[in-house]
């Protein structure tokens, strides 16, 4: 049983296309969070939600608490976002991990 | 600010000697988390500290793993005797939490384990 679901696992878009990745729970959460994972391992916080949406850039999460779902939009994709993008929800004293959906981006 | 610091970035060992990760938070930070990642299992949080105390372990695998604070400028996580199914990479981050929220997460570089 996964407390978090991503998809898609993999996707692959050309430069330019709008791209979505989505995450659904199951758990009660005090926060959502989108990590992105470049090849060389490094992982950064994007953003961490309890209610709306955040924008940064060319990135934009929102989050329905109602039905416990979260996504992750690139507007104008770009090579250089080709990474793992991992969703992670904190419940309590635990952190809870999508398996992560590979984004490519192709020139 | 340099960031949430680890070492060794890279360990190579043998099955049966004890292995020891480090992590040096950010400075004001009072939340530090380990984490694991393995291609079969993704992420897993081992164990969550506040204000150096632990408060959550129940993601350390056995009691071969260990892990202390023993101030808030520095962190280790142990592991022995190591096995070859440690083999992964161990992520530290920190976050300044308040109100049940951990706040927003900042990760090291890891520390990829071989045990060989």
């Known amino acids: 049983k996964n407390e978090v679901e991503q998809s898609p696992q993999n996707l692959t878009a050309q430069e330019g296309e709008f791209i979505t990745i989505n995450c659904s729970y199951s758990?009660?959460?005090?926060?959502l969070h989108w990590l992105q994972q470049h090849p060389g391992g490094g992982i950064v916080s994007l953003f961490m939600l309890s209610s709306g949406k955040k924008k940064h850039g060319r990135l934009i999460a929102t989050i329905n608490i109602q039905e416990k779902h979260s996504s992750l939009h690139i507007t104008a994709s770009h090579p250089r976002d080709s990474a793992v993008y991992i969703c992670?929800?904190?419940?309590?004293?635990?952190?809870?991990f999508g398996t992560g959906t590979s984004l490519t981006v192709i020139p | 600010d340099a960031g949430v610091i680890q070492s060794p970035r890279h360990e190579v060992t043998e099955m049966g000697q004890e292995v020891t990760l480090r992590c040096k938070p950010i400075s004001g930070h009072n939340s530090l988390f380990w984490y694991r990642q393995t291609m079969m299992r993704g992420l897993e949080l081992l164990i969550y500290?506040?204000?150096?105390?632990?408060?959550?372990d129940s993601g350390m695998p056995e009691d071969r793993f260990s892990a202390k604070m023993p101030n808030a400028s520095f962190s280790t996580l142990k592991i022995q005797p190591s096995e070859p199914r440690d083999s992964a990479v161990y992520f530290c981050a920190s976050s300044f939490g308040r109100g049940g929220n951990t706040g927003e997460l900042f990760f090291g570089e890891g520390s990829r384990l071989t045990v060989l």
């Open positions: 992670a929800v904190n419940s309590g004293n635990q952190f809870y």
């Open positions: 500290f506040n204000n150096n105390v632990p408060i959550d």
């Open positions: 758990v009660g959460i005090s926060a």
